[in-house]
């Protein structure tokens, strides 16, 4: 069975470091997604990506994150400086859908980042 | 904009009760409702999603939710838990369609079964 794929699956590091994650989607999924658990919450949607292009990020925190789907297959998300409220579980889930439906969203193991 | 609450943060049963956890959206426009588990330091997995029809919804591992529009609820059921069902589960909505389908979670109810 197809699955998105994550890594790593933690990731320790100091404050003001640089930190980095990449996703994998499902083959032939054309929509991936950010997502920041932080704990004892839900998660919420820090970019979403059709193909290449950028659909939402409007939660993203441009001044220390980016995230780059180059050739609209794997993903990278980046965190430049690291803060402390920055620990969170980083979920990447991808989609089939491009149209006006509702597509079920397909969710990896997630990257489980601690600053310190 | 579309909002979930989760009234219970956690949730004991004993083994083979049933349980039902809770779940209301807000929202001014039609949504689809989602429920999804989460098993510790896992990704989320789906139980069942609600996008038209039947208000009645049976998903996997023996949960149910029953959509009820009036109430704006979205409840999830299990007759009978087992030890195995201990994990974070999550509602979600979505309000679909258009450029964006980003899924909008309630906080999370953890369903502890004891033995």
């Known amino acids: 069975e197809a699955e998105v794929a994550q890594s790593p699956r933690y990731k320790i590091t100091e404050k003001s470091q640089a930190v980095a994650f990449w996703c994998d989607p499902i083959?032939?999924?054309?929509?991936l997604y950010w997502y920041r658990q932080i704990l004892g919450q839900g998660p919420e949607l820090l970019v979403q990506?059709?193909?290449?292009?950028?659909?939402?990020d409007s939660q993203l925190p441009k001044d220390r994150f980016s995230a780059e789907r180059l050739k609209g297959v794997d993903s990278t998300l980046k965190i430049q400086p690291a803060e402390l409220g920055d620990s969170a579980m980083y979920l990447c889930?991808?989609?089939?859908?491009?149209?006006?439906?509702?597509?079920?969203?397909?969710f990896g193991p997630g990257t489980r980042l601690t600053v310190t | 904009a579309q909002s979930v609450t989760q009234l219970d943060s956690q949730v004991p049963v004993f083994e083979e009760a049933p349980v039902e956890l809770r779940c209301n959206y807000s929202?001014?426009?039609?949504?689809?409702l989602f429920w999804y588990v989460q098993y510790p330091n896992q990704g989320l997995q789906l139980l069942l999603k609600?996008?038209?029809?039947?208000?009645l919804v049976k998903g996997i591992n023996g949960f149910e939710a029953e959509f009820n529009k009036s109430q704006t609820s979205f409840h999830l059921r299990k007759p009978s838990v087992h030890i195995s069902d201990t994990a974070e589960y999550f509602c979600?909505?979505?309000?679909?369609?258009?450029?964006?389908?980003?899924?909008?979670f309630g906080t999370g109810t953890l369903l502890a079964v004891q033995p």
């Open positions: 889930a991808s989609s089939s859908g491009t149209g006006t439906g509702v597509y079920e969203q397909y």
């Open positions: 083959s032939g999924h054309a929509t």
């Open positions: 990506f059709q193909d290449e292009s950028v659909v939402d």
């Open positions: 929202s001014s426009v039609s949504v689809y």
């Open positions: 609600y996008l038209s029809g039947s208000t």
């Open positions: 979600a909505v979505t309000r679909g369609g258009g450029a964006t389908n980003k899924l909008i």
